[in-house]
């Protein structure tokens, strides 16, 4: 196990799903490190030294060196420290986690925000590209016991806190999202995922982050009568 003579420092926010799969690369990879919460909105002079670009967390700092943007951060941990790999070894196969890890935050990720912000035709509409683009994130599957074969690897990391806070928008949302008949294996890999004690112990507390969701979204449902 790295021991934290190597200074590392994770700057993130409990609430933060980006903040969260940098910690289970972390753990899956055996790295301790310091873990400091960011107070937000109200961003520390160490984000902002660390972050100017974006102000943004998460942050990793290594040796006084800062990384930003949560799957940038996974794959330079996976480099540094070697043993328990989390991208593939081979070329094609890390190419295409990279491939789908993109196309889950690019897709899927703005889909999911807009079926929980918005309302009416445009949530429904949101909702059922959400449901579409997570069936074709399924066949990344290809009938896999994780998304990284028999071991998590990097593309189970860079997804799987999305059954996590789906299931939380449906419930505080009133939608649709994840349609377990329209994507079974999807929805039972999501479920086995979050199981594992390694995740499981790394969720934020259940019933915080309810309260915390519901009061974005009265937030956000406020904002738009304005």
Same mark, same amino acid.
Request: hydrophobic content about 45%.
């Given at each position: 196990?790295?021991?934290?003579?190597?200074?590392?420092?994770?700057?993130?926010?409990?609430?933060?799903?980006?903040?969260?799969? +940098?910690?289970?690369?972390?753990?899956?990879?055996?790295?301790?490190?310091?873990?400091?919460?960011?107070?937000?909105?109200?961003?520390?002079?160490?984000?902002?030294?660390?972050?100017?670009?974006?102000?943004?967390?998460? +942050?990793?700092? @290594?040796?006084?060196?800062?990384?930003?943007e949560s799957?940038?951060?996974?794959?330079?941990?996976?480099?540094?420290?070697? @043993?328990?790999?989390?991208?593939?070894?081979?070329?094609?196969?890390?190419?295409?986690?990279?491939?789908?890890?993109?196309?889950?935050?690019?897709?899927?990720v703005p889909?999911?925000?807009?079926?929980?912000?918005?309302?009416?035709?445009?949530?429904?509409?949101?909702?059922?590209?959400?449901?579409?683009?997570?069936?074709?994130?399924?066949?990344?599957?290809?009938?896999?016991?994780?998304?990284?074969?028999?071991?998590?690897?990097?593309?189970?990391?860079?997804?799987?806190?999305?059954g996590c806070?789906?299931?939380?928008?449906?419930?505080?949302?009133?939608?649709?999202?994840?349609?377990?008949?329209?994507?079974?294996?999807?929805?039972?890999?999501?479920?086995?995922?979050?199981?594992?004690?390694?995740?499981?112990?790394?969720?934020?507390?259940?019933?915080?982050?309810?309260?915390?969701?519901?009061?974005? @979204?009265?937030?956000?449902?406020?904002?738009?009568?304005?």
């Open positions: 196990m790295a021991g934290n003579g190597d200074g590392v420092t994770l700057l993130g926010y409990w609430a933060s799903p980006y903040a969260l799969r +940098v910690i289970w690369a972390l753990k899956l990879k055996e790295v301790h490190y310091e873990y400091r919460e960011e107070h937000l909105p109200d961003k520390s002079p160490m984000l902002l030294q660390y972050n100017p670009v974006h102000k943004k967390i998460p +942050v990793l700092v @290594h040796k006084g060196k800062p990384l930003a799957l940038v951060i996974i794959e330079y941990i996976d480099e540094v420290w070697k @043993h328990n790999p989390l991208l593939p070894q081979d070329p094609y196969h890390r190419a295409k986690a990279r491939f789908w890890a993109k196309f889950a935050d690019e897709k899927c889909a999911m925000f807009r079926a929980f912000s918005k309302v009416g035709e445009e949530q429904v509409q949101a909702a059922k590209e959400l449901r579409e683009n997570l069936k074709t994130l399924e066949s990344a599957l290809e009938g896999k016991q994780y998304f990284g074969g028999e071991t998590i690897g990097f593309l189970d990391i860079a997804v799987g806190w999305i806070w789906a299931r939380m928008n449906e419930e505080v949302a009133g939608v649709n999202m994840i349609d377990a008949e329209m994507i079974p294996l999807l929805s039972v890999w999501f479920q086995k995922f979050l199981e594992l004690p390694i995740i499981k112990e790394c969720l934020p507390p259940q019933d915080k982050l309810l309260a915390h969701t519901k009061e974005f @979204h009265k937030m956000l449902m406020m904002a738009a009568l304005t």
